[in-house]
């Protein structure tokens, strides 16, 4: 009897595997809505172009499907989230500094944890870029110039608040300079200003020194130099302590099971390992990076503690007093 | 000799074949009013993952000037725009159907858009790198002031009744300016609600300020939507063309100002339309008749809005920066590609760049027979189908291409209140445009404003920064004789009406028109 019953569970459990087996192995068995916050043609929709061209070789043969969500910085599709279906069958791009400034700065509709990410996958980090026409060699010579003329050197930037902002607003901290910071509407309008020579510099991302013939990038924010700019030293070289820059994810929708989650976070992480993906995303300037659903909670926490701590210098946000938030 | 290889290159039947599919699936979505160029190349771009770039690219061309025409449409038979580009279409489009004349103005609009097309296409093909320059060298000062130009137009839109006109235009300026702002990141006029941080969608607003009036009317009156002539009169092409001769060079200054316009990222059609249309008035001898149904106000703001496609492609190619947003779209489904924009596009790349340029011209030729075919069709099933049936399709399709812009049912809600309210106005005398026109241009004026005050006083020259560059005294040069030359111009030469008048057969039916 006792036999008989270790036998019937073990061959329920069996049964049970069998069952759930194969239906966790075969996500995606349609194709997957991927819903990017942002209109299309800017850094987030290229990046998901080029992750959709190899969904298919790492997600079972199946297409993903990007559709546009925009509108207040992408506020308007988080914020609506966590109301759509959570079958898995529906993902959504996701932005640092993006999520955790807006929420913090004013009512957005949502708040910066209710964004389930399962993988950032890449970063494009801030950098100093100037025409290439422009009498400044290095960053220490418009950081001269700055200290000579205070308030007289501009950045154009993509919007107010933003991590271009914050850019200009550190390197001042940093070099002990004030620059004026011109925001405008998306990146390449303030790319059609710098080149213009209508501000002195930009401030803005690694991308644009690659992808523009016509600019010449001073310094960028990253940790190590970048293969597509090797002649371009870091912040940290240059004895500036400054690591930053968008990273862009990808979310689920709330009661998504954590299974799906891992699945989601798995996909994004083997095509993050293609080396054809790879090569295009360096190419253009996009750094790669693995911050998988693991190591999702420290890396989150860490950007929190970060961005707060330089909204509250930037006087966006009032000091934080304990037990608030 | 080489560039000619090029043109071969796009000879092939494959990419003739894509280029007219193209043609006829934008004109047909930019017929629909909310069904934009942008949603339209978007949609597709993974399709040309698969294909060989320049293919790729001349069919995501052919969708997208296809589109801007098919906007044409909806403005001249619905008083829709279906998209910002063809505002000021409706202004003589509508009255022309209105009095039985939708199938002449459909045809010349095809005829515009064509010629249109091929001077923006050309000056992409010979004049690109030089062109480019022009983008670069225009500031956020210029665009204050391009704006501030296009702003002037509310006196002559607003004929009759000034002040309503000026009432209207900061109705327009208020809403331009809800959601998060772009330079300072204030929240402003939401309300509280998070919804209203994205701002008002100009599309959406559109087919609210627009449709939902002409809907509401075709339903509260017994009257057939347009007047239909008793004998079929086939296209009209003889008496089209025989008009766009007459004004080729209101066609030509037109495409002149489009291509230009179309260079500057972010100024857009609408106002190129606008402008071509004020200059085409300005200089006109029937300027009077124009906003009742005046053909060349059509063959104007047709001809501008199209010649943006081939502008718009210039600082695309040249410089990596889109004019418009279906360049966008474009620009990026280059970078996944991994072809780098930039001077050397036209080097190192040429195959592909000259190979797409040459299909865009031939995509825009194409147009042509595709327009007339589409146009007659249109017209016919908008003309004979009972009122019954036309309100709830065009009611259906505002909902749907609300929704569909940003994927946003918000934007739905956004254009039904706008809709109603506009209606309410409407019966107290105030127009759609000048609403319209602070909207668009609202946000384009203060961003230049502000932008260019935080650099001029970085650079303690704020007079300089507004008055004391060459381009900006040139525009404000325009913007005076714009605003003045009403008041000058009857003592320069005294008017007096049109003697015959073909073209302006009836005041009467353009007086309900709006």
Redesign the interface.
């Known amino acids: 009897m006792e036999t008989f019953r270790t036998l019937m569970g073990a061959a329920g459990l069996a049964v049970a595997l069998a069952a759930a087996g194969p239906a966790v192995a075969e996500y995606p068995e349609k194709p997957v809505t991927y819903?990017i916050p942002f209109?299309?043609?800017?850094e987030s929709?290229?990046t998901a172009?080029?992750q959709?061209?190899f969904w298919p070789k790492h997600a079972n043969d199946e297409?993903v499907v990007?559709?546009?969500?925009?509108?207040?910085?992408g506020?308007?599709a988080w914020?609506q989230l966590n109301s759509m279906a959570s079958d898995g069958y529906t993902i959504m791009g996701a932005n640092v500094p993006h999520t955790i400034l807006q929420p913090m700065?004013?009512?957005?509709?949502?708040q910066t944890d209710d964004v389930n990410v399962v993988h950032y996958f890449h970063y494009t980090p801030d950098a100093v870029v100037v025409p290439k026409d422009s009498e400044f060699q290095t960053l220490q010579d418009l950081i001269d110039h700055a200290k000579e003329n205070p308030?007289?050197?501009?950045f154009a930037g993509s919007?107010?608040?933003s991590a271009n902002h914050l850019m200009q607003q550190q390197l001042d901290k940093l070099a002990g300079i004030t620059t004026?910071?011109?925001?405008?509407?998306g990146t390449?309008?303030a790319?059609?200003?710098i080149?213009?020579?209508?501000?002195t510099a930009g401030a803005t991302y690694s991308t644009v020194g690659v992808?523009?013939?016509?600019t010449r990038v001073l310094a960028v924010a990253a940790e190590e130099r970048l293969p597509s700019l090797p002649d371009v030293p870091t912040f940290q070289e240059l004895g500036l302590d400054w690591v930053g820059g968008a990273y862009r994810g990808v979310a689920v929708p709330a009661g998504v099971s954590e299974d799906i989650k891992q699945q989601v976070s798995d996909i994004v992480s083997d095509i993050n390992a293609d080396p054809a993906f790879r090569q295009?995303m360096e190419?253009?300037g996009f750094v790669l990076t693995a911050i998988d659903l693991e190591k999702m909670p420290a890396f989150l926490e860490e950007q929190k503690a970060k961005y707060r701590g330089i909204a509250e210098e930037m006087g966006l946000v009032e000091p934080q007093t304990a037990g608030s938030e | 000799m080489d560039r000619l290889q090029y043109l071969f290159d796009a000879l092939t039947p494959l990419n003739i074949a894509l280029a007219w599919a193209g043609v006829i699936a934008g004109t047909v979505i930019g017929a629909l009013p909310g069904l934009s160029a942008?949603m339209a190349?978007?949609v597709l771009?993974?399709i040309t993952?698969s294909m060989d770039p320049a293919s790729g690219l001349i069919m995501l061309g052919a969708i997208y000037t296809g589109a801007i025409y098919g906007g044409a449409f909806a403005a001249i038979l619905v008083n829709t725009p279906g998209t910002p580009s063809a505002i000021a279409t409706t202004f003589d489009g509508f009255p022309m159907a209105k009095r039985g004349d939708g199938d002449l103005a459909v045809t010349l609009a095809a005829i515009a858009s064509v010629c249109g097309g091929l001077v923006g296409a050309l000056a992409l093909l010979l004049l690109a790198p030089p062109l480019a320059r022009v983008?670069?060298?225009?500031?956020?000062v210029e665009y204050f002031w391009l704006a501030m130009l296009g702003l002037t137009l509310i006196a002559a839109l607003s004929e009759g009744d000034l002040l309503k006109g000026l009432m209207g235009a900061c109705f327009g300026l208020l809403l331009s300016m809800i959601?998060?702002?772009?330079?300072?990141?204030d929240?402003r006029f939401t309300l509280?609600m998070?919804?209203l941080?994205?701002?008002v969608?100009i599309v959406s607003a559109l087919i609210g300020l627009y449709c939902i009036p002409v809907l509401i009317d075709m339903v509260s009156t017994p009257k057939a939507h347009l007047k239909v002539s008793t004998t079929p009169r086939g296209f009209r092409l003889g008496e089209a063309l025989g008009l766009a001769w007459r004004h080729k060079v209101n066609l030509g200054r037109s495409s002149v100002i489009g291509t230009l316009v179309g260079i500057l990222?972010?100024a857009g059609g609408s106002i190129a339309g606008l402008v071509a249309y004020s200059e085409s008035r300005r200089t006109s001898k029937r300027s009077r008749h124009f906003g009742t149904g005046e053909p060349e106000g059509i063959m104007a703001t047709e001809s501008a809005n199209n010649a943006t496609v081939g502008g718009g492609f210039i600082?695309t190619l040249v410089?990596?920066?889109?004019g418009t947003?279906p360049?966008?779209?474009i620009?990026?489904?280059l970078?996944?590609q991994?072809i780098?924009?930039?001077?050397?596009l036209f080097t190192d790349q040429a195959s592909i760049s000259f190979t797409f340029i040459y299909g865009l011209l031939i995509a825009t030729v194409l147009m042509l027979p595709t327009g007339l075919l589409i146009g007659r069709y249109a017209y016919k099933s908008i003309i004979s189908l009972p009122k019954a049936v036309l309100v709830p399709t065009i009611a259906f399709m505002t909902v749907i291409g609300s929704y569909a812009i940003?994927?946003?049912a918000?934007d739905t809600v956004i254009m039904f209140t706008l809709g109603v309210v506009g209606w309410v106005l409407a019966r107290f005398g105030f127009k759609p445009s000048p609403i319209v026109l602070g909207l668009v241009l609202g946000?384009i004026a203060e961003?230049g404003f502000v932008?260019g005050w935080?650099?001029g006083?970085?650079?303690?020259d704020l007079v300089g920064m507004y008055f004391g560059r060459p381009l900006s005294i040139g525009i404000i040069a325009f913007i005076v004789l714009s605003l003045f030359y009403p008041l000058i111009a009857p003592r320069l030469k005294p008017r007096r009406p049109a003697p015959n008048a073909p073209e302006t057969s009836s005041r009467k039916g353009a007086a309900n028109a709006d």
Do not use: H, W
Request: charged share 10%; proline share 10%; hydrophobic share 35%.
């Open positions: 819903i209109g299309p043609g800017g929709d290229i172009r080029m959709q061209e297409e990007i559709q546009y969500k925009p509108g207040g910085g506020s308007q914020s700065i004013a009512d957005s509709g949502y308030g007289a050197v501009t919007g107010s608040n004026t910071y011109v925001p405008f509407k390449g309008a790319v059609q200003a080149m213009g020579n209508q501000t992808n523009y013939p016509e295009k190419d253009g | 942008t190349v978007a771009v993974p993952f983008a670069l060298a225009f500031g956020p959601g998060v702002a772009v330079v300072g990141g929240v509280g998070p919804q941080l994205g701002g969608e990222p972010g600082p410089l990596g920066i889109p947003p360049d966008a779209v620009l990026g489904a970078l996944v991994g780098r924009t930039g001077p050397s940003q994927n946003s918000v946000q961003q932008q935080l650099i006083s970085a650079t303690n």
